[in-house]
Structures are given as structure tokens and as C-alpha cells.
């Protein structure tokens, strides 16, 4: 018992230090570069890297559900500490902003993963409770009536292109648009926003860099 563990133990440590190694790697040389050299970098054999991830598409989808679990883990820890409404859409705007930058890899794996498999779709998870804080926020006239929960999901995507500034820099400019992001979301909005028209589905192709159209 103790031996099988300890191989478990060690099974998810490697695990662990190539998806470490691959947020890195992949975000400096895209998502094709060497995974010998990925397993270099993680300090590991060849033959340690094709068993934890036997292919390419393994890892790339590895890497996706790792960035997943970390947005579950932010609007989890919004929903624990922030107030229903406005608090929680301007938490969700900085930390996703936050988590963009740590992770740059981020909008290459998602383009790769919507390649691999475009019916999954863990995110939508997230959809109703944004759809939720919003509606709360614009009924208490703190955010412009026109406004959709598009506009709130993509700040992290438009300021993605930053990713690779270095700090203080990055997050100096960085929080600074959220905010001027944020305030184009009050009421009343001294801009008409141009219409929209999407649906779930082509928004998530979009985003994943696919055509942005379906029904």
C-alpha cells in the first residue's frame, strides 16, 4: 500500500512539473514546439512525458482543464467573499484579468483545444452566474442597461495582448484598463453601445478562435 502510493505521489508530481513547464515553454514557442524539449525543461525523460500525457492533444487538454479549475477556484472564492451585483462583476474582471496574465498560453490552448474537441464546454458553467450579478447590478442602476455579459467575459480576452509585458508594467496598465473598462460599464453609459447578437455558441467559437458563427 505504501509503494502504491508513493508511485501515485510520484505520477502526479510529474504530472505537475510538465504542466509547469509547458505553460512556459508553450507560451514562448506555441503550442507545436519539442516535447522532448518540454521534458528537459521539466527535468524528466522522454518516456516519462508520453506516459503521463500519451499525446499532444493530451497535454494541450491537461493545460486547458488546469486553467478551468482555476476559474473555478476565482468565482468560487467571489461568490464566498463579494456581494451579489456589481462587487462580484468587478472582482471577476480583475481577477480574470489576473489569471490572464499569469497564465499566457492560455489563448493558444484554447484555440488548440476548440480544435480538438469543440463541444466541450466547461465555461458554461460560468455563464449564469455572471448573467445573474449583472441583471442584480443593472436593476440597481450601478450598470448601463445595455450592457451584455459579453461585455463583462471579454475583458480578460481583450487585454490578453498584454500578457507578455514584464511587471510592474504589465500589471500597472494592466489594472488601470479594467478599471476604465469597468467604469464603461456604469450607468447610464455616455456612449450608445453598438448592438449585439450572439449566441452562447458563437460566442464560445470566437473566443476560441474559431469562425465566431453558429446557432
Known amino acids: 500500500m505504501a509503494r502504491a502510493r508513493a508511485e501515485r505521489r510520484e505520477v502526479a508530481e510529474s504530472r505537475e512539473r510538465i504542466l509547469d513547464a509547458a505553460e512556459v515553454f508553450f507560451a514562448e514557442h506555441g503550442v507545436d514546439a519539442s516535447l522532448h524539449r518540454l521534458a528537459e525543461l521539466a527535468g524528466l525523460g522522454n518516456a516519462t512525458l508520453f506516459r503521463r500525457f500519451p499525446s499532444r492533444d493530451d497535454l494541450i487538454r491537461a493545460l486547458y482543464d488546469r486553467a478551468v479549475a482555476r476559474v473555478d477556484d476565482l468565482v468560487a472564492i467571489i461568490e464566498r467573499n463579494e456581494q451579489p451585483g456589481w462587487d462580484r462583476l468587478q472582482a471577476f474582471a480583475y481577477g480574470s484579468v489576473e489569471l490572464m496574465f499569469a497564465l499566457p498560453v492560455l489563448p493558444a490552448v484554447m484555440r488548440r483545444m476548440a480544435e480538438i474537441d469543440p463541444d466541450y464546454r466547461p465555461g458554461d458553467r460560468w455563464v449564469a452566474p455572471l448573467l445573474r450579478d449583472l441583471e442584480l447590478a443593472q436593476a440597481d442602476g450601478v450598470v448601463r442597461a445595455d450592457a451584455r455579459g459579453y461585455d463583462v467575459a ?54 476560441h478562435g474559431l469562425d465566431g458563427t453558429g446557432d
Do not use: K
Request: hydrophobic residues 50%; aromatic residues 2%; charged residues 15%.
Open 154 to 207: 471579454s475583458i480578460p480576452l481583450a487585454l490578453g495582448g498584454m500578457a507578455h509585458l514584464a511587471d510592474p508594467m504589465r500589471h500597472i496598465l494592466g489594472m488601470r484598463l479594467v478599471a476604465i473598462m469597468l467604469d464603461g460599464l456604469r450607468a447610464p453609459g455616455a456612449t450608445p453601445l453598438e448592438s449585439i447578437s450572439l449566441t452562447l455558441e458563437a460566442y464560445h467559437r470566437g473566443v
